[in-house]
């Protein structure tokens, strides 16, 4: 059961371009895009930390926290990616896509950077230097989302398109290692049906894929299929139009025998939160009958840290959710 | 796995098939002659149902562990190898066999016996006994024995050992040294030596000296038989090494210096030494250069003496001198020295030739000095009988008279003519003959549309130009490089009347009275000579009367008649007219002063001509105020006329009527008016910067600095952003129109965005902008300081900032991109996440694609950026470059390996396919391990890379050469039905059809899932490669055919030959980009 822990107060002016919301790795703060802004919000004063300027000039997309809690990668329709400390600014603006810069994401350590464009390409940085280092240009469409795998010294980074392909890469090489793609009811009149996220499990196994159809799936990354379908309804799919939100939520055990079973996180084009069991499939929560939180409006981000999930709709509501089951 | 929809399956109903026509057009002979020679290498019928490129690196690998069982195989059976051994050495082997078992001897005899066995057959010539003991002794004798004792050859052969042998060459066989009977019967010698004679079989023999008998020379004897030489009969000298002269040589040093001296007489003064010098200079260091002058006339002989050297450095070296003059020689020696026209020898200075040179030219120059006298005198002397003369000669050449327009000018006086035709084609320009005919004593170059005339003012010079010149003097033709002759036409003056012979040019139309006393012309009689003069004077009155009466009476007359004044009703017509054009080009002007905001126009002095323009400026300064409110309302009409036809059409009335608008009191009066009116705004600039942004910062707020649009339009007429105002700026400018201070820009309207706080405060640029920008957004003065204030400053340095990033990442995007972002893709507010999904159309791609721009260069799917060069500008370029250098390895690897490639790898592949076959007769199963691709071994390294026509293609790494084989189109090789019901699933699945390729009727290869790169070929309007359908080992098989050569990194592309669709929805566009691009695929 998700519970409303406190509501963050996001700027005026950025309504309607609100798209991303993430907490930092230690899970101390926020940060929400503003515009060409990041709100940092602070969990235990529960208050704004501070909002930070960027030389951006166009609107960010989604903001990555570095592993060390210490910097924010914004990647904005300007073209353009800029790393800012959050005590000393901006370090680094890397220029080198030549379409807005739509999904980000550090790998483990921190020392290099993974964007993805409009320009359907995905880009390595070093981010020490603000070097770019490889350029994958394996996608047909725009590449719309990144997750690195937590596992494995995040070695397999996970790309979602709109030409329907999730790929993965070996971020060392940046060749492919596998395209997930051709399931069984992988089909639209349009032929393919975009990815609209992608999303790591926690143990780096399986990959969690919402695609413009409103269907999640759970893909084993490694041998190829989609282990779990979630649908929000028995009806028929929707055709969605903005990339939604999704997240695990690992939950944190109670008895330490034995781990319970992550949940799906999902967010709908009309303001919905789902909540699946992600092995039995099962329905946990819905609030398919709230009508405080988030009404009409797309969810565009969901972020979970341990029990904690934030969710961020589009006209700028932002909530932190606990869940308790 | 991606390019869905790329190509359309063709329907089933259809009878073509995927490479129309080829399948049936090319079974027959072309791919005849593809099998014929392969049958033997293409002879494993058991190929597999499908091949795939994947598969073959692991038959070969099955091949090579099948590699090895053979050679045990060979090993252990009798193999019939023993048939290859010659038959000669087989029978040679059996004999000795024999011959050792026929003898009763010891297999291995002692040396005794060897020897005994010598002594006993004193003729055995062993290998010939052996063969005949093996005809005579036969077989049945071996048949005897059951099988051969182990024979050690050795003690067979020593025999032969050839010492013991020597040729005797008079019976011509060899014998045994105890045979050879020697020549020297009694073994002493004669007293009186040896003499070689001739026995009575013609051989030499040797004999005592005999005083009967003369000796001969045996070689003579055999020199009629043997004469024939195979030694080629030489023409010429061998060459002897040359003998580099240096310190040590003795004797007198080679020449180091060369002559130049002209072929034939050369008239050409312009050959000066300096040109000489420069023209030899090239072949070394030049230290001594001479000129000799003919000693009678001191006029150039134009040979030259010219001294090589050893540059500064090596002095030393005696050899350099001698080589560069040798070198000059050599140069010359055969193709002659043109030198500005001229025809040079160049000869070594060897003993006297330069002397020789030096008289035989003054010898000539003698001669034809003597010539040129005796020409000078005969012309003279023909000048006393001119008509005839002169008719003569024009009777030589085509009769050729002075051009009408040039009558005048050539004034009846001789000519050289040259004909343009002649100088068009060689190139040759006036100022050549110019040049060439200064020494004579012409007097104009005509340069006339048929030709050059060269006016002469005298006859007899004429004449000596054209016979000393014409056919003699030579030119550089510029178009054929080669020295031309020039032919003159000589034109002598025609006789209009009996008095105008040229003599010395005096004679002219005016001055007839004059010229008369130098007449030759011989009057009858005293009245005829009166009569003559009466009617020249009578002549010349008259022109005069002419004239003058032109000059004093007509022209006065109507240019009074022609007086203005004269005609009052026209003069006010013309005046409303130019009235009515006045006010028109007011109103202009005030509409256009109401978009600019200038003050100082004032300072402006308007130029005399534009006098009507005074009223409307004085009008723009009287209303200036008043006119501000209007203007906002006014302000998007446009200027009725743009400012420079304004400006064209006044520069068009100065013309007309130059003198009605100059210089009235009145404008004098305006200009000092604007004048003093200008001083005075001009002291109020001070400081206005302060007050500009108090203005801004009520006009707009700091959130938003946009002004609004409409306002934008207003200020975007005004001055534009330079900053070093000077006194210079404002000084008055003598145009016509005022012209603003600063040049206007109107760049900002151009901008989408709205005005920025740094576009604004460029805008206001001096004390009148900001008044009138201060009433544009009615401010008033505020009484209170407000707290807003003290972020003002803040607020302006964050617009400032926001502004400089913009221009940085808009300046960026295009160096990166070279082409702005299509503006359909504009996200209009909100990131790009926050839009809604929209499908992007292919053609609006190419706008933030660069590699879709680039034909023919790949882009590698993983790019890997240097890391050393990468830096803040990646531009484009760079990239590429990087690109370049990363690409070459992969290449490099596969060229290596694949060099060895092409005929030796196949020929080896073949080997090796044979061994495979018979392994598999061996076997007798019809495994598919063994059956191999040998279609592989010819594929030519290609790779896929991101295209620009579609998402993927395929790229040569190397070059290919035309009709050579490509690739494999590998896939599933399936039946029809099957691949209708593929097609069917694939095309919901939204993968679409694009890679069924069908061979024939009945099979159709699939390379959908399962298949080779050669499906990322993309379909090209202009192809470079070309599908055909060749039988392999009884199967079909699609081979992709180079059409063309093809360069490394170009891309691979055939026609997909599609049927063409008539619903216009169902045709796929072609992005090819190629010039014949049909824009569909079907």
Known sequence: MFTTLLSIPLLEESRGHCTCARFSPNGRLIAVTQLTQILIYDLQTRAIHSIIPTSHVAPISEVAWSPDNQCLASASDDFTIEITHLTHGCLHRLMGHTAPVISLTYNDSGNLLFTSSMDESIKIWDTFHGAILKTISAHSESVVSLSICPDRDSSVLASGSFDGLIRLFDTRTGHCLKTLTYDKDWKSDDGVVPISQVRFSPNGKFLLVSSFDGIVKIWDCVRGYVVRTFKPSDGESVALKHCCGIDFLAQEGSNSEKLPTPLVVSGYETGQIYCWDSNTKELLYSSANDDLHHVNSPIMSIHCYKNLMCSLSLNGECYVWQWTP | ?1082
Not at chain 2, 848 to 857: D, G, N, T
């Open chain 2, 1 to 1082: 796995m991606s390019g869905y929809h790329r190509r359309s399956y063709p329907r089933p109903p259809s009878s073509s098939h995927r490479p129309h026509g080829s399948a049936p057009n090319h079974q027959g002979p072309p791919y005849q002659e593809e099998r014929e020679p392969s049958r033997s290498r293409y002879n494993n019928d058991g190929q597999g149902s499908f091949q795939e490129t994947r598969y073959s690196g692991e038959r070969e690998s099955i091949g090579h562990r099948y590699q090895q069982p053979p050679s045990r195989v060979y090993k252990d059976q009798k193999h019939p190898d023993s048939g290859r051994v010659p038959y000669a050495a087989r029978s040679i082997r059996r004999a000795i066999d024999e011959h050792a078992n026929t003898r009763p001897q010891p297999f291995f005899p002692t040396r005794d016996s060897r020897y005994s066995q010598g002594n006993s057959s004193p003729t055995a010539h062993v290998p010939l006994k052996i063969a005949k003991s093996v005809s005579s002794a036969g077989k049945p004798v071996r048949s005897l024995h059951s099988r051969p004792a182990p024979i050690i050859r050795y003690s067979e052969v020593t025999n032969l050992t050839a010492k013991y042998h020597y040729f005797d060459p008079v019976s011509k066989k060899l014998i045994h040294k105890d045979e050879m009977s020697t020549w020297n019967q009694k073994g002493k010698y004669p007293i009186t030596g040896f003499v070689t004679i001739l026995d009575s079989e013609q051989h030499p023999m040797i004999q005592a000296r005999n005083p009967e008998i003369k000796s001969i020379d045996p070689r003579k004897l055999t020199s009629p038989t043997a004469s024939i030489s195979h030694r080629k009969l030489r023409n010429n000298l061998t060459n002897v090494a040359r003998i580099v002269y240096d310190k040590y040589s003795v004797g007198p040093p080679p020449p180091c210096a060369i002559i130049v001296s002209p072929t034939s007489i050369i008239n050409n003064t312009m050959i000066q030494d300096i040109s000489i010098k420069n023209y030899f200079k090239k072949f070394g260091v030049i230290s001594h250069f001479e000129s000799f002058n003919d000693p009678n006339s001191a006029l150039p002989l134009h040979i030259y003496l010219i001294k090589y050297t050893a540059p500064n450095g090596k002095l030393s070296n005696l050899d350099i001198p001698v080589k560069s003059a040798y070198q000059a020689v050599k140069e010359f020696k055969e193709k002659g020295c043109f030198i500005m026209g001229s025809n040079f020898n160049v000869a070594l200075n060897k003993e006297k030739l330069l002397e020789d040179i030096k008289t035989t030219l003054v010898e000539e120059n003698i001669k034809k000095a003597k010539q040129l006298s005796a020409v000078a005198i005969s012309t003279e002397k023909k000048d006393r009988a001119p008509i005839a003369k002169n008719q003569k000669i024009t009777m030589e050449r085509p009769k050729r008279s002075i051009p009408y327009d040039l009558a005048r000018a050539v004034n009846n006086k001789p000519c050289l003519f040259v004909s343009r035709v002649f100088m068009a084609l060689h190139g040759f320009r006036t100022e050549d003959f110019k040049y060439k005919l200064r020494r004579y004593r012409y007097s104009k170059f005509l340069d006339h549309i048929t030709g050059l005339y060269i006016v002469f003012g005298d006859l007899l010079e004429c004449k000596k130009c054209f016979e000393l010149e014409s056919g003699k003097m030579t030119l550089v033709s510029r178009s054929r490089r080669i020295p031309i002759e020039i032919r003159f036409v000589l034109i002598p003056p025609v006789d209009q009347l009996p008095t105008r012979f040229g003599g010395f040019g005096k004679s002219t139309n005016l001055s007839p009275s004059t010229s008369s006393a130098s007449h030759v012309k011989v009057y009858k009689t005293k009245d005829e000579l009166i009569n003559a003069t009466v009617k020249y004077i009578l002549k010349d009155l008259k022109s005069i009367l002419d004239t003058d009466i032109r000059k004093r009476l007509i022209g006065p007359t109507v240019f009074d008649t022609l007086n203005p004044t004269n005609f009052p009703e026209l003069m006010s017509k013309k005046e409303s007219k130019e009235r009515a054009k006045q006010n028109a080009i007011e109103t202009a002007a005030v509409e256009q002063k109401k978009l600019r905001e200038s003050t100082n126009q004032d300072f402006d002095i308007f130029n005399l001509y534009g006098g009507y323009t005074r009223k409307a400026i004085k009008k723009r300064r009287t209303s200036e105020l008043s006119d501000i409110s209007e203007s906002i309302s006014l302000k998007k009409k446009k200027l009725a006329r743009p400012m420079a036809h304004l400006l064209n059409e006044d520069i068009g009335s100065k013309e007309n009527t130059p003198t009605l608008e100059s210089a009235t009191p009145f404008d004098e009066f305006d200009n000092d008016h604007d004048l003093l009116s200008s001083t005075s705004s001009s002291e109020a600039e001070d400081g206005f910067i302060d007050d500009k942004q108090k203005v801004l910062t009520n006009e707009s707020p700091v959130t938003t600095p946009e002004t609004p649009q409409d306002d934008s339009l207003l200020f975007s007429s005004s001055k534009p952003p330079k900053v070093d105002v000077t006194a210079d700026l404002y000084k008055p400018s003598a145009t016509e129109f005022p012209e603003t201070v600063y040049k206007e820009d109107l760049s900002i309207l151009k901008l989408s965005t709205p005005l920025s706080i740094v576009d604004l405060q460029n805008m206001v640029r001096d004390d009148e902008d900001l008044f009138l920008l201060k009433e544009l957004v009615a401010y008033k003065e505020p009484n209170t300081v407000n707290a807003a204030d003290e972020c003002l400053e803040y607020a302006i340095w964050k617009l400032r900032e926001w502004k400089k990033n913009d221009t940085l990442i808009k300046e960026n995007q295009l160096k990166l991109n070279e082409v702005p972002f299509a503006p359909a893709l504009k996200i209009k507010n909100g990131p790009f996440k926050a839009e809604n999904i929209r499908k992007v159309p292919d053609r609006l791609k190419n706008c933030y694609l660069p590699h879709r721009r680039k034909l023919h260069q790949p882009l590698n799917t993983v790019n890997q950026h240097n890391t050393e060069s990468v830096d803040k500008e990646n531009s484009p370029e760079k990239l590429s470059k990087r690109e370049d250098t990363v690409k070459p390895e992969p290449s490099e690897s596969v060229v290596a390996q694949e060099i060895s490639s092409s005929r030796d790898n196949r020929a080896s592949n073949r080997r090796f396919q044979q061994n495979i076959e018979a392994q598999r007769a061996a076997i007798g199963t019809e495994s598919e391990l063994l059956s191999l691709n040998q279609l592989n071994k010819r594929k030519k390294p290609v790779t896929f890379a991101r295209s620009a026509i579609h998402n993927w293609g395929l790229y040569a790494l190397e070059p290919i050469a035309a009709r050579e084989m490509i690739i494999e189109y590998v896939g599933e090789s399936i039946r029809q039905p099957v691949a209708e019901m593929r097609e069917r699933r694939y095309l919901k699945s939204g993968i679409g059809s694009s890679y069924l390729f069908r061979v024939d009727e009945n099979n159709v290869i699939d390379a959908t899932k399962k298949g080779g790169i050669a499906r990322f070929i993309n379909h090209c309007c202009d192809p470079s490669c070309t599908a055909k359908i060749i039988k392999v080992g009884g199967k079909r098989r699609i081979v992709i055919y180079a059409l063309r050569d093809i360069a490394a990194n170009e891309e691979l592309t055939y026609d997909y030959k599609f049927e063409r669709e008539l619903d216009a929805e169902e045709r796929l566009p072609c992005y090819c980009g190629s010039v014949n691009c049909k824009g569909f695929l079907n």
